[in-house]
Every structure is written in structure tokens, then in C-alpha cells.
């Protein structure tokens, strides 16, 4: 494994509900990690994790980074009845409220 991506071997994600993309939180940790971004963005939030990988790492490393979720918008669905994004909105505010 290259010496940048080795920080996750003891990474646990404060939210997991499994599904194929728990196998790319460790590199996403990594990733941020070692590249301490400014702004990140995740654009179509899925199941939250990858968003919420992103958050947990900045606010674990320390690093002055804001994060933002950008719901994509469907016909005749507010935001406040998409039971996905009002967990992840949950989840950000309980797990992360200084990010």
C-alpha cells in the first residue's frame, strides 16, 4: 500500500449500514486525510456514508474543512419528506455539529 493511503487500517465509521460502498470508506478517509481539503462536496448523498466518512475524518484529523451534501432533487419530493436526506442531516448534526 502506498505510505499516503495507510492512516485507515483503524478508521470505524460512527454511521455503517453496509451495502458495497463500505469497501471504499477506508480510501475516502485516506483520501481526505492526506489531502486536507477546504471544501468537499458530495453530490447525490445515496446511503450518507461516503458523506459522512468525509465529515468524520475532517472533524478527526482536525482539519478546517466544511462539508456539504447536495440533494438531487426528484418530482413532487421536498427534502423534508426524503426520509434518506433527513437521516443524513440527522446524522451530520448528532455526529459532527462543528463541520
Known sequence: MLPQFSRAGNFEPKLYTSGGMRFYLPLLHDIVASEKPALIVTSG????????TFCQTAAQHNISSSCAAIRRATLDEDAADDPDWQRAQKATAEFFPTI
Not at 45 to 52: I, N, P, R, T, V
Request: proline share 0%; net charge negative.
Open 45 to 52: 448523498l445515496g446511503d450518507a456514508q461516503a458523506h459522512l
